[in-house]
């Protein structure tokens, strides 16, 4: 109970305390889906629906994970993470053993930074982990400025869509959940995205047509892009946003 407590404190604080305030200047609004754990399914329906609207996705990967059974998917394959890599899609960081950041000192997460990226490294030489995102969407106040000089940025999983000054260690993301959203909630981000001119992260897990508790169907997710195509709104991988507000 002392841990979940200090895991909730952590995250609350982290919202306010901004290690890298970036200014958002309003511009033509855009959308990043990103997948966290990666599971098989994230990387073959969930990658083949966004190549098949024109887009790209950031899958957070521990390596810990990959290739092993979990309570609702399997994780991915070497292979899959290799395809994904090749055909453009972003492969970013998620711990290597899946800690919550708040768990770790700065030693500790330092060694698991590490480990991860020699884990893909040996799984593709040109794979550069260049983003972050807190397992359990749990950040750590403590954490935010190491994470900032290893990592361009790192996404929790605070709802709402990032405008005006945003914290490139805490972006915030929304819930491409089944269990937290539907369709109609979908159309309010994406509305809010337009309205704002702002950068609309989503983030899910499995895609399947029977999700886990953290999963979505492929028709969410269908519905989700076709809520962009006709905003004529890019779906661009985390790095590639970065890229276009100049962080």
């Keep these: 109970m002392l841990s979940a407590l200090n895991g909730r404190l952590s995250n609350r604080l982290a919202r306010h305390f901004r290690a890298a305030p970036h200014r958002l200047q309003a511009h033509a609004p855009m959308v990043s889906f990103t997948f966290d754990d990666a599971p098989d399914s994230a990387a073959g329906e969930g990658a083949a629906?966004?190549?098949?609207?024109?887009?790209?996705?950031?899958?957070?990967?521990?390596?810990?994970?990959i290739d092993q059974p979990g309570d609702f998917w399997r994780g991915l394959s070497n292979d899959a993470?290799?395809?994904?890599h090749r055909g453009g899609h972003e492969i970013g960081c998620h711990t290597f053993s899946h800690l919550r950041a708040v768990d770790l000192d700065e030693g500790a997460m330092a060694r698991e930074i590490e480990r991860n990226r020699s884990h893909f490294r040996g799984i593709d030489a040109s794979i550069r982990l260049e983003n972050f995102a807190y397992p359990y969407g749990l950040a750590s106040v403590w954490r935010k400025q190491q994470l900032a000089q290893s990592f361009r940025s790192a996404r929790g999983i605070l709802p709402g869509v990032n405008s005006d000054v945003i914290d490139l260690q805490f972006l915030r993301a929304s819930p491409l959940v089944n269990r937290e959203i539907d369709a109609a909630g979908v159309e309010r981000y994406f509305d809010e995205a337009v309205a704002s001119g702002g950068w609309l992260i989503f983030y899910g897990h499995d895609v399947v047509d029977e999700p886990s508790p953290y999963g979505c169907t492929p028709a969410l997710l269908r519905h989700a892009l076709k809520s962009a195509d006709k905003r004529d709104m890019p779906i661009v991988t985390v790095a590639e946003a970065l890229r276009r507000i100049g962080a």
Excluded: N, Q
């Design 49 to 65: 629906l966004l190549e098949a609207h024109g887009g790209l996705g950031t899958f957070y990967l521990a390596g810990s994970l």
């Design 81 to 84: 993470i290799v395809r994904l």
